[in-house]
T-cell receptor, first 116, second 110 residues
Framework: ETGVTQTPRHLVMGMTNKKSLKCEQHLGHNAMYWYKQSAKKPLELMFVYSLEERVENNSVPSRFSPECPNSSHLFLHLHTLQPEDSALYLC???????????????FGEGSWLTVV | KQEVTQIPAALSVPEGENLVLNCSFT??????LQWFRQDPGKGLTSLLL?????REQTSGRLNASLDKSSGRSTLYIAASQPGDSATYLCAVSDTDKLIFGTGTRLQVFP
């Protein structure tokens, strides 16, 4: 238990569906992240939020839409996905308001997404 | 552009063996380096964090070293156990990015 909780753990969705992934942390951290992990590829950073403001968007397709309503919650809204979007989506958080500011980064267990 | 490489990609050893996992990076201007463990189908667990000003960190049977000038880090696992079987990832950070390697998949057999 790292203190970062992700739901659902598994999700199967059709290409025309709309779904959301949820991430919750009660560690008092100020920065939250979404990463994508595909087979045999390094983790890819998707979005970074610091103090509820998006600070980084790594050229992610618009079919992925993040939302950070407060410092403890982070969502990833999904719509019109493609089969190649099937992957493990990991949420993470760290203490400093400045991302990567020398603090340990804590990951959730991930949400396995399959797009059919 | 920072690139992180981990060698070997996979490693299989008998229980009790001491082993070393390697991580190399191309740009020495890093903020810190972290080692993570990932069990199949699970998230990442942070093992050790080494700040750029440090040379090594230890936690139990794990020891991680950092040589910024040569762009290298090693993770030493003493007296390996079957429970150590997992994928080990290193990641380096500068002020605005955390770059991961592709990991070393370790199997420790009884």
């Amino acid at each position: 238990e790292t203190g970062v909780t992700q739901t659902p753990r598994h999700l199967v969705m059709g290409m025309t569906n709309k779904k959301s992934l949820k991430c919750e942390q009660h560690l008092g951290h100020n920065a939250m992240y979404w990463y994508k992990q595909s087979a045999k590829k390094p983790l890819e950073l998707m979005f970074v939020y610091s103090l509820e403001e998006r600070v980084e968007n790594n050229s992610v397709p618009s079919r992925f839409s993040p939302e950070c309503p407060n410092s403890s919650h982070l969502f990833l809204h999904l719509h019109t996905l493609q089969p190649e979007d099937s992957a493990l989506y990991l949420c993470a958080s760290s203490q400093g308001a400045r991302p990567y500011s020398g603090n340990t980064i804590y990951f959730g267990e991930g949400s396995w997404l399959t797009v059919v | 552009k920072q690139e992180v490489t981990q060698i070997p990609a996979a490693l299989s050893v008998p229980e009790g063996e001491n082993l070393v996992l390697n991580c190399s990076f191309t740009d020495s201007a890093i903020y810190n380096l972290q080692w993570f463990r990932q069990d199949p189908g699970k998230g990442l667990t942070s093992l050790l964090l080494i700040q750029s000003s440090q040379r090594e960190q230890t936690s139990g049977r794990l020891n991680a070293s950092l040589d910024k000038s040569s762009g290298r880090s090693t993770l030493y696992i003493a007296a390996s156990q079957p429970g150590d079987s997992a994928t080990y990832l290193c990641a380096v950070s500068d002020t605005d990015k955390l770059i991961f390697g592709t990991g070393t998949r370790l199997q420790v057999f009884p």
